[in-house]
């Protein structure tokens, strides 16, 4: 009776693919995330440049202790942060200076700016600083000055 009758293909339920309007707010949620997300993380950069300053003048410290320790004095301004790398010539001789030296390369801060060493300091034996993110004396939030005195 129903024997005549045409059948319509049926369409699968399950569909491997997504459709325009799926993906569309695929793409919305994730750029939302993204919003909200991403100037957190962008901020924080900075923060860690400070962090990574703060260190270096940390292990450049210990470098110069150890310096001292052998040779009874800190380097003075002219023979500057070099006198840990390679022995050093001039006023105060480096008359125990260790082979192969207190560190292997000078460090540059995370703004790739040399460190200031000036001996004797303000402060005591010696000033060890970076002039921050602008490179100059003064500035505020990362572009400060960082010094062994703010550690």
Not at 63 to 81: E, F, I, R, V, W
């Amino acid at each position: 009776m129903f024997e005549n009758r045409k059948q319509v293909p049926s369409f699968k339920k399950n569909k491997a693919a997504f459709t325009l309007l799926e993906l569309m707010v695929v793409l919305v949620i994730l750029g939302a995330l993204i919003g909200l997300v991403a100037p957190n993380i962008l901020g924080r950069s900075d923060d860690a440049k400070v962090s990574v300053a703060k260190t270096q003048i940390r292990n450049l410290m210990a470098a110069l202790d150890l310096y001292k320790l052998d040779n009874g004095q800190y380097p003075s301004t002219a023979q500057g942060l070099e006198a840990l790398i390679t022995k050093p010539s001039g006023f105060p001789e480096a008359k125990n200076w260790k082979s192969g030296g207190y560190m292997q390369k000078r460090p540059q801060d995370p703004w790739d700016n040399d460190f200031l060493y000036i001996s004797p300091g303000s402060d005591g034996a010696y000033d060890l600083i970076s002039l921050g993110a602008d490179g100059r004396e003064g500035g505020s939030d990362d572009a400060a000055d960082i010094s062994k005195a703010d550690l």
